[in-house]
């Protein structure tokens, strides 16, 4: 919070995560269903993905609205029912597509960076 | 007592919420909500604590509402297409023949929701309503003796003119829902 960035580079990265860390869920799901709680604790836990654990719930209803994942119940064990969340086909297809576009971008992006360095 | 202070701050945090969520859809905002109260029952069974501390933490965890709704917010092209009143006004003004026309292609222009090119095939589909009625115009002043049916057809053609207008925009509309 208190980082001494300047503004305009807070908002440019605020933009990237916007744009990325939807896939981010995504690729958490490609392993199977999840329950919705851990997904948001472990996607909270990597260093510098998101601001705030709240921010995630948006970002899932909108991944659901776009039908690129779907929700469903689960009982268990321990409390009442659960709600997890998983891939469609449609998901898994953005997931690959945005992969292979990531990568390009990434290795571009790093080759400019580092030639203004040297 | 204990208890009833923890739930005081789930209940405070879940208020600001609310509020900060105000300008969303009703039905948004309350599923929002149920999300956010379920990870902080669920955060606190994890935790198997219930004590203040514990439910700071996940308060905090969870980060400020504003933050939360500001995510949740539509993407600012969203926002420069709204559908309200204006519209629905729009629409069921251009099916009142004449005036109706005039506010209801005035209405459509003013609007944000439709784009330029939808607005020109509405106001054009709206002025195409003109042509029964200047036919019929024309046809009463030339001859007297003019099949009442073919009368009949005009007249309905130029009170139903507006329809295809309001209905072309009402199915632009949906398009984007």
Redesign the interface.
Same mark, same amino acid.
Request: hydrophobic share 30%; no cysteine; proline share 10%.
């Given at each position: 919070m208190h980082r001494m960035e300047p503004v305009e580079t807070r908002k440019s990265v605020s933009q990237l995560r916007r744009g990325t860390v939807e896939y981010c869920v995504l690729a958490l799901l490609r392993g199977g269903a999840r329950y919705?709680?851990e997904l948001?604790r472990e996607l /909270?836990g990597v260093d510098g993905l998101v601001? /705030?654990?709240?921010?995630i719930?948006?970002?899932?209803?909108r991944l659901r609205k776009e039908q690129l994942v779907t929700t469903f119940w689960r009982e268990s064990e321990?409390?009442?029912p659960?709600?997890y969340y998983e891939l469609t086909d449609a998901g898994r297809e953005a997931l690959d597509d945005f992969a292979k576009e990531w990568a390009r971008f990434r290795d571009s992006v790093d080759a400019i960076l580092s030639k203004e360095e040297g | 007592m204990t208890t009833m202070q923890t739930d005081r701050l789930v209940d405070d945090y879940l208020s600001r919420l609310e509020a900060a969520a105000a300008h969303l859809q009703r039905s948004?905002r309350a &599923? %929002?909500i149920a &999300?956010?109260r =379920?990870?902080i =029952? !669920? *955060?606190l069974? &994890?935790e198997d604590a219930a004590g203040e501390v514990a439910v700071r933490n996940v308060l905090e965890? %969870?980060?400020?509402?504003e =933050?939360?709704? &500001? !995510? *949740?917010e539509p993407a600012p092209e969203a926002e420069q297409r709204p559908t309200g009143k204006l519209e629905v006004a729009a629409m069921v003004t251009l099916v009142v023949p004449f005036i109706g026309w005039l506010f209801g292609i005035a209405m459509v222009l003013i609007s944000k929701a439709w784009s330029n090119r939808e607005k020109t095939i509405g106001t054009a589909l709206a002025l195409l309503a003109v042509v029964p009625f200047l036919t019929l115009a024309i046809v009463d002043s030339y001859s007297e003796s003019t099949s009442s049916t073919f009368e009949t057809l005009l007249f309905v053609l130029w009170v139903i003119g507006g329809l295809p207008s309001a209905v072309y925009l009402g199915l632009r509309l949906r398009r984007d829902r």
């Open positions: 919705g709680f948001v /909270s601001t /705030s654990e709240g921010t719930y948006p970002l899932l209803t321990s409390g009442p659960r709600r | 948004r &599923e %929002l &999300e956010i =379920e990870h =029952e !669920a *955060a069974r &994890e965890r %969870l980060g400020p509402p =933050e939360i709704v &500001e !995510a *949740a």
